[in-house]
């Protein structure tokens, strides 16, 4: 399966925040995240493997909360059940894959850019 890349089908999951998942399969998940600039995720924690990359920006990200200032090309791994949160330093673009599939997170695919 492709994911064709279009600016079409995010969603803003909290104020600053916007998603859409660009790829899955039976074990995984890819999202993007598009984040503006003093937006806040909140501390949470999940059952998913969750491992990322920043494309763009500068955010700082707690991790079982240790907190690190990211830049593009750094990247992160945030076990099952940890807690994390993030603050957005700059508009930013973060890719996140999860494992396994989060079923929840089907609904943010944009059908159109899915492709055999």
């Not at 909140?42 to 990200?61: C, D, M, R, S, W």
């Amino acid at each position: 399966m492709y994911g064709i890349q279009s600016d079409n089908g995010y969603v803003e999951i909290l104020e600053g925040i916007r998603i859409k998942t660009i790829n899955y399969g039976k074990n995984t998940l890819m999202t993007e995240f598009l984040l503006k600039k003093d937006a806040l995720l909140i501390e949470h924690a999940h059952p998913f493997e969750q491992t990322g990359y920043l494309v763009n920006g500068a955010i700082k990200l707690f991790i079982d909360g240790s907190g690190k200032v990211l830049r593009p090309g750094d990247s992160w791994n945030i076990r099952s059940g940890v807690k994390h949160k993030a603050e957005i330093i700059e508009d930013s673009i973060a890719i996140e894959v999860f494992n396994p599939c989060r079923e929840d997170y089907l609904r943010f695919v944009n059908e159109t850019d899915i492709c055999c």
